[in-house]
C-alpha cells in the first residue's frame, strides 16, 4: 500500500473496551476534542449484553441513567458468620455490558470525527513522529495511540509480579419461589467449600425471583466449566430453590496481578485499562477504576502540548498494599477467606470502600489494615522489601 494513501489520525484507540470508550466519551463531552480525529479499532461489534460491571458510588455519575440495579445493603458470610452491610453513604451499582455500549456508541455517532472501524489489529509500530497501526484489512497512522488490547504474556511470562486470575462463572436466574432479597446483594460469601482456594459467591438480586448467581475464584488456575456450574447449582439448592430457568450466561477471566503495565508505555502509546494496569489487583473490580483513570487521561491530554505519554502514570502506595496481599494469595490461596472475613466482620464498609477507591488518608489506611491478619503480611513485607 502506498504510504500516501495510509489514512491518518490525531488518536486511534486499538481496543474498543471500558477504558476506550469511557475515555473517548468523555473526551466528547470536554469540547475539547471536536477538532481531533480520533478512530476506534475492534474486532467486537460491542453488540451483545457481554458483561455485568458493579461499583460503589456516593455521588451521581455521568453514568446514572444506565444503572439498571442499586443496593443500599450487602451481605458478607463465611462459613461461621453473616453481616449485613449498610452501604450508606454508598451505593452498590450495577450496569449491563450493552446498556453501556449503545451509551456510549450513540453519543459518538453524532461526531463526525470519531471513526469507528471492525477490524482486529495486528500490528503497532512506533516511530520518531507517529504509530503505524496494523489490521488484518489495512494499515492507518496516527499521532498517539491507545491500546487496551490485553497481551497476557506480558505479566505471565514473568516471576517477579504474582498473576492470579479472579475467574467466574455467573447465571442470570429466574426462580419459581420468591426466595431473593432485591434490597441486598451478596457481596462475598465464603460459606462455599474452600478447596484450598479463595472461592465465594456473588448475588446480585434484581427482583425476588431474579438474580446473578455468579462462582468467582480469586486463583491461579481457572476450573472446568462444569465445576463452577455444579457449584452454582449446588448453591441456589442450598438456598431452598428446586427449579429455576437460566436466563444468559456470563463468564469471565480477570488478571490479578501488579505486574507495572506501564512501563510498556511510550512516548506515542498509551496502555490503558486491563492492558494498562486500570484493573485493581487486589479486587479485579475495573469500572471505578477506569472512571477515574479515563478522566485523569481526558485531563492530561487537555493539558499538555508537547504530549509524551509515559509521563501519565504516577504509581502509588495502594499498588504496594495490593502487591502485599496478592503475594499471600499466590502463596497461600486458602487464606483469601480468613484475610476478607477480617476485614468485614468489624469493619466500617464505608471506610473499606473509600480504601479500595484509593481515596483514604494514611491514618484510614492503618484503620482498615490493622484489621488483616498481621503474620501473613509482616511475612509478605520482608519477601517484597528483600525480594
Same mark, same amino acid.
Given at each position: 500500500?502506498?504510504?500516501?494513501?495510509?489514512?491518518?489520525?490525531?488518536?486511534?484507540?486499538?481496543? #474498543?473496551?471500558?477504558?476506550?470508550?469511557? =475515555?473517548?466519551?468523555?473526551?466528547?463531552?470536554?469540547?475539547?476534542?471536536?477538532?481531533?480525529?480520533?478512530?476506534?479499532?475492534?474486532?467486537? $461489534?460491542?453488540?451483545?449484553?457481554?458483561? !455485568?460491571?458493579?461499583?460503589?458510588?456516593?455521588?451521581?455519575?455521568? /453514568?446514572?441513567?444506565?444503572?439498571?440495579?442499586?443496593?443500599?445493603?450487602?451481605?458478607?458470610?463465611?462459613?461461621?458468620?453473616?453481616?449485613?452491610?449498610?452501604?450508606?453513604?454508598? *451505593?452498590?451499582? *450495577?450496569?449491563?455490558?450493552?446498556?453501556?455500549?449503545?451509551?456510549?456508541?450513540?453519543?459518538?455517532?453524532?461526531?463526525?470525527?470519531?471513526?469507528?472501524?471492525?477490524?482486529?489489529? !495486528?500490528?503497532?509500530?512506533?516511530?520518531? !513522529?507517529?504509530?503505524?497501526?496494523?489490521?488484518?484489512?489495512?494499515?492507518? =497512522?496516527?499521532?498517539?495511540?491507545?491500546?487496551?488490547?490485553?497481551?497476557?504474556?506480558?505479566?505471565?511470562?514473568?516471576?517477579?509480579?504474582?498473576?492470579?486470575?479472579?475467574?467466574?462463572?455467573?447465571?442470570?436466574?429466574?426462580?419459581?419461589?420468591?426466595?431473593?432479597?432485591?434490597?441486598?446483594?451478596?457481596?462475598?460469601?465464603?460459606?462455599?467449600? *474452600?478447596?484450598?482456594?479463595?472461592?465465594?459467591?456473588?448475588?446480585?438480586? #434484581?427482583?425476588? !425471583?431474579?438474580?446473578?448467581?455468579?462462582?468467582?475464584?480469586?486463583?491461579?488456575?481457572?476450573?472446568?466449566?462444569?465445576?463452577?456450574?455444579?457449584?452454582?447449582?449446588?448453591?441456589?439448592?442450598?438456598?431452598?430453590?428446586?427449579?429455576?430457568?437460566? $436466563?444468559?450466561?456470563?463468564?469471565?477471566?480477570?488478571?490479578?496481578?501488579?505486574?507495572?503495565? /506501564?512501563?510498556?508505555?511510550?512516548?506515542?502509546?498509551?496502555?490503558?485499562?486491563?492492558?494498562?494496569?486500570?484493573?485493581?489487583?487486589?479486587?479485579?473490580? #475495573?469500572?471505578?477504576?477506569?472512571?477515574?483513570?479515563?478522566?485523569?487521561?481526558?485531563?492530561?491530554?487537555?493539558?499538555?502540548?508537547? $504530549?509524551?505519554?509515559?509521563?501519565?502514570? *504516577?504509581?502509588?502506595?495502594?499498588?504496594?498494599?495490593?502487591? $502485599?496481599?496478592?503475594?499471600?494469595?499466590?502463596?497461600?490461596?486458602?487464606?483469601?477467606?480468613?484475610?476478607?472475613?477480617?476485614?468485614?466482620?468489624?469493619?466500617?464498609?464505608?471506610?473499606?470502600?473509600?480504601?479500595?477507591?484509593?481515596? #483514604?488518608?494514611?491514618?484510614?489506611?492503618?484503620?482498615?489494615?490493622?484489621?488483616?491478619?498481621?503474620?501473613?503480611?509482616?511475612?509478605?513485607?520482608?519477601?517484597?522489601?528483600?525480594?
Amino acid at each position: 500500500m502506498d504510504s500516501s494513501q495510509i489514512k491518518h489520525f490525531d488518536y486511534i484507540f486499538t481496543g #474498543t473496551g471500558l477504558a476506550a470508550l469511557m =475515555t473517548v466519551y468523555k473526551m466528547v463531552q470536554s469540547g475539547d476534542f471536536e477538532h481531533k480525529s480520533i478512530l476506534l479499532l475492534d474486532e467486537n $461489534l460491542k453488540k451483545t449484553n457481554d458483561r !455485568t460491571w458493579c461499583f460503589w458510588e456516593k455521588n451521581e455519575t455521568i /453514568w446514572n441513567s444506565i444503572i439498571s440495579k442499586k443496593w443500599d445493603w450487602a451481605l458478607f458470610a463465611n462459613e461461621n458468620f453473616k453481616r449485613d452491610l449498610d452501604l450508606k453513604p454508598y *451505593q452498590y451499582n *450495577q450496569i449491563r455490558g450493552l446498556d453501556f455500549y449503545n451509551f456510549v456508541f450513540e453519543s459518538l455517532s453524532k461526531h463526525q470525527n470519531i471513526t469507528f472501524l471492525n477490524e482486529k489489529v !495486528t500490528d503497532i509500530n512506533e516511530l520518531e !513522529t507517529h504509530v503505524f497501526v496494523g489490521t488484518e484489512e489495512n494499515r492507518y =497512522t496516527a499521532d498517539y495511540v491507545f491500546n487496551s488490547i490485553y497481551t497476557k504474556a506480558f505479566a505471565e511470562s514473568q516471576s517477579k509480579y504474582p498473576v492470579l486470575q479472579q475467574h467466574f462463572v455467573g447465571w442470570f436466574v429466574k426462580t419459581d419461589v420468591e426466595i431473593f432479597n432485591p434490597k441486598q446483594a451478596t457481596f462475598m460469601d465464603f460459606s462455599v467449600e *474452600q478447596k484450598g482456594n479463595t472461592r465465594f459467591m456473588y448475588v446480585l438480586p #434484581t427482583s425476588k !425471583t431474579e438474580a446473578l448467581v455468579e462462582y468467582t475464584l480469586f486463583s491461579e488456575k481457572l476450573l472446568p466449566k462444569e465445576e463452577y456450574e455444579t457449584e452454582i447449582d449446588n448453591y441456589l439448592k442450598n438456598l431452598g430453590i428446586e427449579s429455576y430457568e437460566i $436466563l444468559e450466561k456470563e463468564q469471565g477471566s480477570i488478571p490479578m496481578t501488579c505486574f507495572p503495565f /506501564w512501563e510498556k508505555n511510550t512516548k506515542r502509546v498509551l496502555n490503558i485499562g486491563t492492558a494498562g494496569g486500570w484493573t485493581k489487583a487486589s479486587t479485579g473490580y #475495573t469500572f471505578r477504576n477506569s472512571d477515574k483513570k479515563s478522566s485523569e487521561l481526558v485531563e492530561f491530554l487537555q493539558d499538555s502540548i508537547l $504530549l509524551n505519554l509515559k509521563d501519565f502514570h *504516577q504509581k502509588n502506595r495502594f499498588w504496594f498494599y495490593d502487591l $502485599l496481599l496478592l503475594d499471600i494469595l499466590y502463596r497461600h490461596n486458602e487464606l483469601g477467606s480468613s484475610i476478607f472475613s477480617s476485614l468485614f466482620k468489624k469493619g466500617n464498609p464505608a471506610l473499606i470502600f473509600k480504601f479500595l477507591d484509593e481515596e #483514604t488518608t494514611l491514618l484510614e489506611d492503618f484503620q482498615v489494615i490493622l484489621k488483616c491478619p498481621k503474620v501473613p503480611f509482616i511475612k509478605a513485607l520482608f519477601r517484597v522489601v528483600f525480594r
